[in-house]
């Protein structure tokens, strides 16, 4: 049954792990999210605050991408070669850029401390991404390379980020916020479960710790399906205690492509062909168009 996971490299699944910024993207529109559901609230956001908080998510974002590279030296030795990479010092250089951008988060947080507009629940969520990204980078922990390697970007992204974003502008917490980024948080793992499946005969083959490998690709996939179907119906049990309609009824147009990644994946539990591309493609659309449906439907009401 494994044989059907050793396939060939395929472009778009390359170019998603080479670049990373789909990470960034997801950070940057949840927090939006936050921040819209904070304006829909009657927060009025002066626009210094609100793109002083992106570029902390940002920041932190770019901080976590390179402490990560700095302690995975045999991921750099694969991709600039062994004979260039004892050319320079790859961990100092990573350390260096990590360092920099967390200069960029603090530098900031300072202008928003100086403007007054940086409360005590915005700091402790800040402080909770930064403990986040650092045992997710970095040893003794480096959860990236454990069984709960996935469960961290997807509480980075549909958890802390928006969370920060509303705070930010709030200074509070509103039962609105959840309602809109539970949905995401399941369609988040389940795009996480997708993009580990292509190397999961290498990754055994490595004996690689994470999510996949813990569970088993038959349960992963059954938990991938557990997941996007959950992450509707907790979509419409919002709408009923709450969530207002001019989101909650756009954000159903994702559902057909969500089905659909459903149905491949059932597909190729039953051996068909598989196409990595499709399907990692469906399900980033699926979690992508309900994020930026949420974001312009809080943003523009």
Not at 42 to 49: D, E, G, K, R, V
Not at 102 to 117: F, K
Not at 250 to 265: K, N, R
Request: with cysteine; hydrophobic share 55%.
């Amino acid at each position: 049954m494994q044989s059907r996971f050793i396939v060939p490299p395929d472009a778009f699944r390359i170019l998603w792990k080479a670049n990373r910024l789909f990470f960034l993207l997801s950070a940057e529109l949840t927090y939006l999210l936050g921040a819209g559901i904070a304006r829909y609230l009657s927060f009025q956001p002066a626009p210094t605050i609100v793109f002083s908080g992106a570029g902390i998510v940002a920041s932190l974002a770019f901080t976590t991408y390179f402490l990560e590279r700095s302690f995975n030296l045999s991921a750099a030795a694969a991709r600039l070669g062994r004979r260039y990479l004892k050319l320079f010092d790859w961990r100092t250089i990573m350390l260096l850029a990590a360092g920099l951008t967390l200069t960029c988060c603090v530098t900031l947080i300072l202008l928003l401390i100086r403007l007054e507009s940086f409360n005590s629940l915005a700091m402790l969520t800040t402080l909770a991404g930064v403990v986040v990204c650092v045992l997710y980078s970095t040893p003794p922990l480096r959860l990236i390379e454990s069984a709960y390697g996935e469960f961290v970007p997807t509480l980075l992204v549909t958890s802390l980020a928006p969370l920060f974003g509303f705070v930010l502008l709030a200074g509070e917490v509103h039962r609105l916020l959840p309602m809109a980024t539970f949905p995401l948080t399941g369609l988040h793992l389940a795009l996480m479960i997708v993009c580990d499946l292509p190397d999961y005969a290498e990754d055994q083959r490595k004996g690689k710790r994470n999510l996949l490998n813990a569970m088993g690709w038959q349960n992963a996939i059954q938990t991938h399906n557990l997941l996007v179907l959950g992450s509707f119906a907790a979509l419409g049990l919002a709408s009923f205690f709450g969530l207002p309609a001019f989101a909650a009824l756009p954000a159903i147009l994702p559902l057909p492509l969500a089905a659909l990644s459903v149905i491949y994946l059932n597909r190729i539990v039953a051996g068909s062909p598989v196409n990595w591309n499709g399907l990692l493609l469906l399900s980033t659309s699926a979690y992508g168009s309900l994020a930026y449906i949420l974001v312009v439907a809080f943003w523009s009401h």
